[in-house]
């Protein structure tokens, strides 16, 4: 039984109060995460803008985000399915877009960022917000590998900056890594726990270290596996088969590298490697190299692709 004590109610009423203080959320990049992030907070009653450069992608952000929705109230209101097209269409209404993200912030109670994995356009990015988004503004990089302190030096918030690192697919992944860089304050970092937790996840506490905890794992594994696949000691089918069948995994390796994105794993592996050029874990993999090369992203090559036809199309001498 809790007996209810006054250190109780000021830790519950403040608790409420970090949990009521980010109610408007502006995610940047309308990518895998970024489209499941904004998903996942609208579906939480937030009000979400999503930012991305341009209308043909956040067409195709929206387009994926209500299909997933749709998987959802699928299987939440399997008796009463026209509930779930009315919560379909509740969460959209959470959601609105821009590509104009310097504009979107300034009414914004908490930033977070899922572009591409690369330290100078984060920064650009984040350094540009900086000046635009109100004092209370919390800043967050859904990063894979980049450490939090690197992305947030190009701002002037560092006690307002942390990591809110989600996992893919977003939706149905119940894990969030809440990242605290040594400048991040108290304040802030149990502002992002209480966040995850009203998104219905469950934060796990990081320092700010190369690739977290799970990363810091999982990326040896996946590389490793591609590296017994390049030796030839196994086909990429039985090594996948083998580590669902054997040690219990959802995914095999390469199902999973083809899931993640092969260009987003490829920019994790290569910041690593210049990082630390002599740790055998970071090699780059020629297998990797030459299929990204190859513009071979794994599941999103296809949206990609129809994107960039969607593209042409608007660019085409008859639509100008
Ligand atoms: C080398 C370097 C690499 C580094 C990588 C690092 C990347 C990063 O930083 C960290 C990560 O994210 S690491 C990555 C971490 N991630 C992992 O490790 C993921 C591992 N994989 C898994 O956990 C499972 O395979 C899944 C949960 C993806 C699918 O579940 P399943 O049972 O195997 O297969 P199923 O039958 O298809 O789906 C069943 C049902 O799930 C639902 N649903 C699914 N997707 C949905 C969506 N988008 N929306 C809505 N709903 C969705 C839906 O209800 C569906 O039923 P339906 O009737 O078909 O609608
Ligand atoms: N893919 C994963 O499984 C995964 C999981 C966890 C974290 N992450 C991290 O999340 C981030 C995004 O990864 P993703 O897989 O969603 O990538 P993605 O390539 O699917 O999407 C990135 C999106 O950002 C947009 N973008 C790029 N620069 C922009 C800018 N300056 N302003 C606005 N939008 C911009 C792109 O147009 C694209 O739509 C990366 O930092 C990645 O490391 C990825």
Redesign the pocket.
């Given at each position: 039984m809790a007996f209810i004590t006054r250190q109780n109610i000021r830790s519950l009423s403040s608790s409420a109060a970090l949990r009521a203080a980010i109610k408007h959320v502006t995610v940047i990049g309308g990518g895998l995460m970024g489209a499941?992030i904004a998903q996942v907070a609208a579906s939480t009653g937030h009000s979400v803008v999503l930012v991305d450069t341009s209308e043909d992608i956040l067409k195709k952000s929206t387009k994926g985000i209500e299909a997933?929705l749709k998987?959802?109230a699928?299987?939440k209101f399997a008796e009463k399915p026209e509930d779930g097209e009315a919560f379909v269409q509740k969460v959209l209404k959470n959601i609105s877009t821009s590509t104009d993200a310097v504009s979107v912030v300034q009414g914004t109670d908490l930033v977070v960022e899922a572009i591409v994995e690369n330290l100078k356009v984060k920064q650009d990015l984040f350094g540009a917000l900086d000046k635009a988004a109100p004092e209370h503004t919390i800043f967050a990089s859904n990063t894979?590998?980049l450490p939090i302190a690197d992305i947030a030096s190009s701002t002037a918030r560092l006690d307002r900056f942390g990591g809110l690192?989600?996992?893919?697919?977003v939706?149905?992944?119940k894990l969030v890594e809440v990242i605290k860089a040594p400048a991040t304050s108290q304040q802030t970092f149990d502002a992002l726990l209480e966040f995850s937790k009203a998104l219905g996840k469950h934060p796990v506490s990081c320092k700010d270290t190369p690739g977290f905890i799970?990363?810091r794992l999982?990326?040896p594994y996946?590389?490793e596996a591609?590296r017994l696949h390049e030796r030839g000691h196994g086909s990429k089918e039985d090594i996948d088969v083998a580590m669902k069948l054997g040690a219990g995994?959802?995914?095999g390796p390469f199902e999973?590298?083809d899931?993640?994105g092969l260009d987003?794993?490829k920019f994790?592996?290569d910041g690593w490697h210049e990082k630390d050029p002599d740790n055998p874990l970071f090699a780059p993999s020629p297998l990797l190299n030459k299929l990204v090369a190859e513009g071979k992203l794994g599941k999103k090559t296809a949206w990609v692709r129809n994107l960039l036809q969607t593209q042409n199309v608007n660019n085409s001498p008859e639509n100008t």
């Open positions: 499941g997933s998987r959802v699928k299987k894979s590998s690192h989600f996992f893919n697919p939706p149905m992944m799970v990363n999982l990326v996946m590389l591609v995994y959802p995914m999973l590298l899931y993640v987003t794993s994790i592996i």
